[in-house]
C-alpha cells in the first residue's frame, strides 16, 4: 500500500535549517569540497570544512551534523573521520556517510566498513551502486558512478540498512530512502544531475542540514532529497547544459519558497516491508 507524504513536512524541516541554521562539518573530497560547501549554504546552513586529525573531533563535537565523504580518500583522512565520527557519536551529533566509490577498489570498500564499523552512522546515503554493493546482495560501481544494482532496489536498501543498523538514503531517479522498516520513495530530481559531477556529494550535504535539525532521520533525509531534487527540476528548466544547470541549481534552493516545497515535494511512503 502506497500514499503520498505531504510536502508540508519538507517544508517544515527546510524552514528550521533556516531558521537554526546549523554548523555542518564535512571532511570531503577535494573534487566538489566547493559545491558542498555552497549548497549547504543555499539550503540555510553554516559549512566548515575541517579534516586535520588535530582539529577534526573538536569541530565535530560543535556541530550540528558530521558530512563524512570519502571520494578522494587517504589512510590518514579516514583515520581523521573516526576521530570526528566518534566524538560526534559522543555528542548526539548526527553522522552522514557518503560511500562515495564504494566497491570500486577494496580501499574504499573496505573504508566504509571501517567507519560504520567503529561510527554509528545516522545516515548512510549512496547511489545504487555504492548500496547495493555494501548491502551484499550486489552492486556494480565504475568509478564514482553506479551501474546498476541485482534484483529490486527497495530490497537492496531495505538490506542495508538492516545490515549497518543506518537510515540508508539510495539516489537515482527515484530515490529510496529506509530505516529498515518504513520506506520513502522520493520522485523529484531531473536527468540533468547526472550529468554534473558532485550533486550526490551535495545530496550528502543537504542531508546533513536536514539531519541537524530533525531527529527521525527518514523524514529529514527523504525531504533533503526533495528539496534538492525540486531545485534540480527548476533549474533544468532554465539550463543551457551542465554548467548552467549548476549555477541555477544552486540559485533554486537558495530562492525556493517554503509553499513551493510544501506543493512541489513528490514522497510515497510505501507500507508492509
Ligand atoms: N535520472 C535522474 N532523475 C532524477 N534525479 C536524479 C537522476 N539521477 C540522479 N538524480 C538525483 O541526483 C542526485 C545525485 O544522485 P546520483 O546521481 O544517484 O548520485 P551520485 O552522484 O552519488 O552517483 C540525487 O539527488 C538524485 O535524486
Ligand atoms: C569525480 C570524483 N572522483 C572522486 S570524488 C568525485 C566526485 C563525485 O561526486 P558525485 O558522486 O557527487 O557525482
Ligand atoms: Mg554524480
Known sequence: MEHIMDGRICAEILEQVRSRRPLVHHITNTVTINDCANITLCAGAAPVMAEAPEESAEMAAVAGALVLNIGTLSTAQVASMILAGRRANECGVPVVLDPVGAGATRMRTDAVLRI????????????????????????????????????????????????????????????????????????????????????????????????????????????????????????????????????ALFDELSAMKLADLAAGARVRARHGV
Open 116 to 247: 560504520l564499523q567503529e561510527v554509528q552512522v545516522a545516515v548512510l546515503k549512496g547511489n545504487a551502486g555504492e548500496i547495493g554493493v555494501l548491502a551484499g546482495t550486489g552492486g556494480t560501481v565504475r568509478g564514482v558512478d553506479s551501474c546498476g544494482i541485482v534484483g529490486d532496489a527497495v530490497d537492496a536498501a531495505v538490506a542495508c540498512a538492516l545490515a549497518t543498523g543506518t537510515v540508508v538514503s539510495m539516489t537515482g531517479a527515484t530515490d529510496v530512502v529506509t530505516d529498515g522498516r518504513r520506506v520513502l520513495l522520493v520522485e523529484n530530481g531531473n536527468p540533468m544531475m547526472d550529468r554534473l559531477s558532485g550533486t550526490g556529494c551535495m545530496a550528502a550535504s543537504v542531508t546533513g542540514a536536514f539531519a541537524a535539525v530533525e531527529g527521525d532521520r527518514l523524514l529529514s533525509s527523504a525531504s533533503a532529497l526533495a528539496a534538492f531534487g525540486l531545485a534540480g527540476e527548476r533549474a533544468a528548466a532554465q539550463a543551457r547544459g551542465p554548467y548552467s544547470f549548476r549555477t
